[in-house]
């Protein structure tokens, strides 16, 4: 089959690929997950030809081990995530965690930069949410079977700076890895044609956007409120304690409106503008972006780094500008439908969205930088709203409110819908491209196996010994 043909030659390197590609996905797994206990008895069921040993070391990759016990944590997380482990043997873990340690041990030789500062932000976002799941952090504790929570945090500490290391060794291997459009065509003609993929239905969707106007005297109003903070701050009260309680930011007012960056965090620019401004210490005055208004208080100003807080207030939306943003939009519906003007002309003289105005308010998928939307793997919000039109259809007047109760008003069409389909070179070479990238990576990441593990020192003992690796990890 063509899938197995372009990922993998083994069950093995599905495993390696798997949790290779999970390291640029948008979220992280914690190690060792919380696990439901029932999850430990279906290991213990799918292993009954095993025989129960004592735990101890398995298997040593240069200054890094594995234990026996290391096998069945990585199978709980696995099955915690729902994945099924029934077909996964423990010499095809074995493998699995002997990349792992590799990507490490080689990371460090290389001298790949992994800050304490990194880990312990990593870890304490991870203890949150862990702490949220279970209930406290004695809980947490508790579980892992730890003495202290001193004793907890070293142990985690480890295990997520063994992870931060192995994501960057793989960064490296594949960050330089290139690919041509002779690749890509080259790539596509040695796919037999019954083994072409099939790719599902995908839309090309536009909006045309009008946002309600806030008038002069709302401004002030939250203008003021802002400066209000601002003398309360100055005279004692505390800023964290402000954002928590008042901040329309989602993403910051939890941890009392917090945020590190430097100049290439993708801030807004008048944002990074104010923010680069200021000594430690220091609270801005307000000022606007796209968003609202806000403050910014320096706390801590590390070379190019800043650690800052900010609160956000956005303007009240007057139900006179919310009703005046209606009319208009109404309006320019019906004058598409007239006729009078197209979609992408109307996107492009009347619609107040600055990102998507100057391409006729076509949306780009931000996954793949593309204009097609997978069904199947669209936003809920989106899917639900054009799920069935038809090419050309436009909705009515669609009101939109953010996480921070920003109010706009949309229409939305389908521009393009390509129904399933057998892969075409033509229609399909940005996905084409991706799949021939990936299977050069794989092969980039495989060589790189073979070079390193003949220069690492590697031990793996007893019944392992006998494992049918895929990477020569015996050094036969």
């Not at 004695?138 to 063994?162: A, T």
Request: charged letters at 30%; a neutral charge; hydrophobic letters at 35%.
């Amino acid at each position: 089959m063509f899938s197995k043909s372009i990922v993998m030659k083994s069950i093995n390197f599905t495993i390696a690929l798997t949790f290779f590609l999970s390291l640029f996905s948008s979220s992280i797994t914690v190690a060792q997950e919380i696990i439901k206990e029932n999850a430990v008895d279906t290991i213990k069921k799918s292993n009954t030809t095993q025989k129960q040993k004592v735990d101890g070391v398995i298997s040593k990759v240069g200054d890094y081990i594995i234990l026996d016990s290391d096998i069945d944590k990585s199978y709980l997380e696995i099955s915690s995530q729902g994945g099924s482990v029934k077909d996964i043997t423990r010499c095809q873990m074995l493998g699995k965690l002997l990349e792992d340690k590799l990507y490490a041990h080689q990371a460090v030789q290389d001298s790949l930069k992994v800050t304490d500062s990194e880990v312990k932000s990593m870890m304490e976002e991870r203890l949150n949410y862990m702490v949220e799941q279970i209930g406290s952090m004695d809980k947490v504790v508790q579980y892992y079977k730890k003495n202290s929570e001193e004793d907890f945090r070293s142990y985690f500490f480890d295990i997520l700076k063994e992870q931060k290391l192995t994501s960057e060794m793989q960064k490296k291997i594949v960050d330089d890895v290139q690919i041509t459009p002779e690749e890509v065509r080259n790539f596509f003609k040695k796919i037999p044609t019954a083994d072409l993929p099939m790719f599902g239905v995908e839309l090309e969707v536009a909006q045309i956007v009008v946002t309600p106007k806030v008038s002069d005297e709302e401004k002030q109003k939250v203008i003021d409120k802002l400066n209000e903070f601002k003398k309360e701050i100055q005279e004692g009260s505390s800023f964290s304690t402000k954002a928590v309680l008042y901040s329309q930011d989602p993403g910051s007012r939890a941890t009392g409106g917090f945020y590190k960056m430097n100049r290439k965090t993708p801030f807004v620019k008048e944002f990074k503008d104010v923010a680069f401004s200021l000594a430690e210490g220091e609270i801005s005055a307000p000022f606007e972006t796209d968003f609202g208004f806000h403050i910014i208080y320096i706390e801590k100003i590390k070379g190019q780094e800043v650690e800052l807080r900010h609160i956000l207030l956005t303007p009240t939306i007057s139900e006179t500008s919310l009703k005046e943003a209606k009319e208009k939009i109404t309006l320019i519906r019906k004058r598409i439908g007239d006729k009078e003007l197209t979609f992408a002309d109307a996107a492009r003289s009347l619609s107040d969205e600055k990102e998507t105005k100057a391409n006729g308010g076509a949306l780009i998928n931000p996954k793949t930088q593309d204009t097609r939307f997978e069904l199947t793997k669209m936003d809920p919000s989106l899917y639900s709203q054009v799920s069935n039109f038809k090419e050309g259809e436009i909705s009515f007047p669609i009101i939109d409110e953010d996480q921070s109760g920003k109010k706009k008003y949309k229409l939305i069409t389908v521009t393009n819908r390509i129904d399933e389909h057998v892969a075409d070179y033509a229609k399909d070479y940005i996905k084409i491209k991706e799949l021939a990238l990936k299977e050069k990576q794989i092969k980039t990441i495989g060589k790189w196996f073979d070079e390193k593990i003949k220069e690492t020192y590697i031990k793996i003992i007893g019944e392992y010994r006998d494992c049918n690796f895929t990477n020569n990890w015996l050094k036969k």
